[in-house]
Nanobody, 124 residues
Framework: HVQLVESGGASVESGGSLRLSCVAS????????MAWFRQAPGKEREGVAA????????NYGESVKGRFTISQDYTKNTLYLQMNSLKPEDTAMYFC??????????????????WGQGTQVTVS
């Protein structure tokens, strides 16, 4: 049974930083295919950052390039998202996701098999 649990969301001022965490159980983050997505009210879920097979491949959404960094800690089986220079338009619910196979595009939500419950980030 795979479980993904996010934490770290908060309310911050514009220009601030946050680090989101996603603890995985039943899923090996060092061998898998994982991503962070976000969804603002009334908008579609958007891919933010993705990492495949222990960091061999990473990808970022255009709106966060240069500001966000995705990483993993294998000892804690945890995925992170470091978010710097936050802007009000980064306000959203952030979700951790994982898939069993490297199929589909980076941002195709239908290809991700497992999702966390989300953590809220609010930037004002």
């Amino acid at each position: 049974h795979v479980q993904l649990v996010e934490s770290g969301g908060a309310s911050v001022e514009s220009g601030g930083s946050l680090r989101l965490s996603c603890v995985a159980s039943g899923y090996d983050v060092s061998r898998g295919y994982m991503a962070w997505f976000r969804q603002a009210p009334g908008k579609e879920r958007e891919g933010v950052a993705a990492i495949y097979t222990g960091g061999a491949y990473t990808n970022y959404g255009e709106s966060v390039k240069g500001r966000f960094t995705i990483s993993q800690d294998y000892t804690k089986n945890t995925l992170y998202l470091q978010m710097n220079s936050l802007k009000p338009e980064d306000t959203a619910m952030y979700f951790c996701a994982a898939k069993r196979f490297a199929v589909g595009s980076w941002w195709n939500t239908a290809m991700y098999n497992y999702w966390g419950q989300g953590t809220q980030v609010t930037v004002s």
